[in-house]
């Protein structure tokens, strides 16, 4: 810890079902009633069925030479697999939230000072992507 610095989306799925147990109710009910809510992210879902009704981007793939719409938007990894939607105000929400020390639109504390003071301090140099 502190030494280096690699994406694991294993960890993230650990992490997803970690919050499901403390907080003994689903993922995306979690996301919605503690950080979407308090943000005041009216358009803002990880679930499809509630997407379909609002403006989103399509997902396209590739299809041999062609890219083409995708019929269906896959669960990806559960319970916290990377299905956020939201528009990009409502990602500035929760910027602005970082930035007033946690405290949301109402200036109601979400988090600590304290802790989105930790969340901003670097842990460790992220290695170059030498993936491109």
Request: with cysteine; hydrophobic share 45%.
């Amino acid at each position: 810890p502190g030494a280096m610095f690699s994406y694991c989306n294993v960890g993230y799925i650990l992490l997803g079902r970690i919050i499901e147990k403390i907080a003994g109710a689903n993922f995306d009910d979690v996301l919605d009633q503690r950080l979407l809510q308090p943000l005041e992210i009216a358009h803002g879902s990880t679930l499809l069925e509630k997407l379909i009704f609002k403006r989103v981007a399509a997902r396209h793939v590739v299809d041999g030479d062609a890219l083409v719409q995708s019929p269906l938007w896959p669960r990806s990894n559960t319970p916290s697999g990377a299905r956020l939607a939201v528009t990009v105000s409502e990602l500035l929400q929760f910027a602005k939230m970082h930035l007033r020390d946690g405290a949301g639109p109402s200036g109601a504390p979400m988090l600590s000072a304290a802790a989105t003071a930790q969340m901003r301090t670097l842990a460790t140099n992220v290695p170059p992507n030498t993936r491109y």
